[in-house]
T-cell receptor
Framework: GAVVSQHPSRVICKSGTSVKIECRSL??????MFWYRQFPKQSLMLMAT?????????EQGVEKDKFLINHASLTLSTLTVTSAHPEDSSFYIC?????????????FGNGTRLTVT | DAKTTQPPSMDCAEGRAANLPCNHS???????VYWYRQIHSQGPQYIIH???NNETNEMASLIITEDRKSSTLILPHATLRDTAVYYC?????????????????FGQGTILTVHP
């Protein structure tokens, strides 16, 4: 149980275009989902906390107008990288836990490798 | 949330136990210890977590010292597929209605290499 699915797993886009990444909880509902970014040979860095039905909370230094987050339902959160540039190339990973199970582990998707050319 | 310290890398022979240490000397009484691992180019995988008592599941054992200032993750019979980055994370326990969303903050972890 507790499967988190991300789509796409890989995407290549041209500089200046926008890319949408989907994160779905397949067998549970999640009021909150988390978006992380990971550059090569580095650890995961939390970008934002996605809240169903309300605005996302962004970590310091993350541009909210560039990384648009929408959490329209209890099973889907999306991250849109707007006007992507090569420096946005990274590994984006989402995570979630079942609603109401506050201390249960976070479950992670398998990530999306974004390459901006 | 309390900060953790892990060795940057460790080696282990296949079939032997892998013991991965984690120091969390500033941990407070209501903070859990979580262990995750990340195999190359995949999302992190949950391994185990605990508050005070030692824990065991099908993947590993977690030994937490009595003062809770350190812990050890034990993979009893390491295989080549256990080669990964292992993260020890401390996070405050949440209660219903709390304002924290329970995010996890990752450190640099330990690169475990299991060799034949």
């Amino acid at each position: 149980g507790a499967v988190v699915s991300q789509h796409p797993s890989r995407v290549i886009c041209k500089s200046g275009t926008s890319v949408k990444i989907e994160c779905r909880s397949l067998d549970f509902q999640a009021t909150t989902m988390f978006w992380y970014r990971q550059f090569p040979k580095q650890s995961l860095m939390l970008m934002a906390t996605s809240n169903e039905g309300s605005k996302a909370t962004y970590e310091q230094g993350v541009e909210k107008d560039k990384f648009l987050i929408n959490h329209a339902s209890l099973t889907l959160s999306t991250l849109t990288v707007t006007s992507a540039h090569p420096e946005d190339s990274s590994f984006y990973i989402c995570s979630a836990r079942p609603q109401g199970f506050y201390n249960s582990p976070l479950h992670f998707g398998n990530g999306t490798r974004l390459t901006v050319t | 949330d309390a900060k953790t310290t892990q060795p940057p890398s460790m080696d282990c022979a296949e079939g032997r136990a892998a013991n991965l240490p984690c120091n969390h000397s500033t941990i407070s009484g209501n903070e859990y210890v979580y262990w995750y691992r990340q195999i190359h180019s995949q999302g992190p995988q949950y391994i185990i977590h605990g508050l005070k008592n030692n824990e065991t599941n099908e993947m590993a054992s977690l030994i937490i010292t009595e003062d809770r200032k350190s812990s050890t993750l034990i993979l009893p019979h390491a295989t080549l597929r256990d080669t990964a980055v292992y993260y020890c994370i401390v996070r405050v326990a949440l209660g219903a209605g709390g304002t924290s969303y329970g995010k996890l903050t990752f450190g640099q972890g330990t690169i475990l290499t299991v060799h034949p």
